[in-house]
């Protein structure tokens, strides 16, 4: 199956730092979603983005379906922005099946 | 439109014994999906479904998991003779059919077998 490796596993950020996390995958994708994990536990959908660039707010991504990766932008960062960040793929030729995740990226921000 | 809401929130049973989880997705959402969740890893796709239709299931979904969802609405996860393995979080999202596929996810159910 495809997999999906997640760079890098920990990061400590002061608040107001930025940075980049980094999601690869080793087959073509028709499907790629960043998640939120908050401490509590939930799951919050941060971007659908298999192709291109999107921005919301603080965060933006960009996916490079060709290379076969996608980055995670966090600017200003700040102490709500903890938690665990997940890349997850759909491989192509399928429609709105199985995601695999990625082990994901603890992020700590720091006041 | 109050999300995805999953019942209960905690489990706590004895080996043996079945537990059963119900997930309610947003009304619009045709796709309903199950995930598994251990610490510090990534959620594991269980099953999903396309209104009532159950269109693939993993292979962690041994014999003694069930998961129904019998009239496109809610769905329940069937777990009969629990093992302390199974101890997980049990997660559930809907989708839309089309794209964009964004997930919506449920805040959990955790399950711990004592």
Redo the contacts between chains.
Sequence with gaps: GIQ?EQSPPDLILQEGANSTLRCNFSDSVN?L?W?HQNP??????LF?IPSGTKQNGRLSATTVATERYSLLYISSSQTTDSGVY?C?V?PGGT??????????TQLTVNP | DTGVSQNPRHKITKRGQNVTFRCDPISEHNRLYWYRQTLGQGPEFLTYFQNEAQLEKSRLLSDRFSAERPKGSFSTLEIQRTEQGDSAMYLCASSWWGPPYGYTFGSGTRLTVV
């Design positions: 999906v499907n979603q998640f509590w536990g939930q799951l919050i959908n659908y997940f997850a759909e429609s709105g099946s199985r995601l695999t995740f990625g082990e994901g």
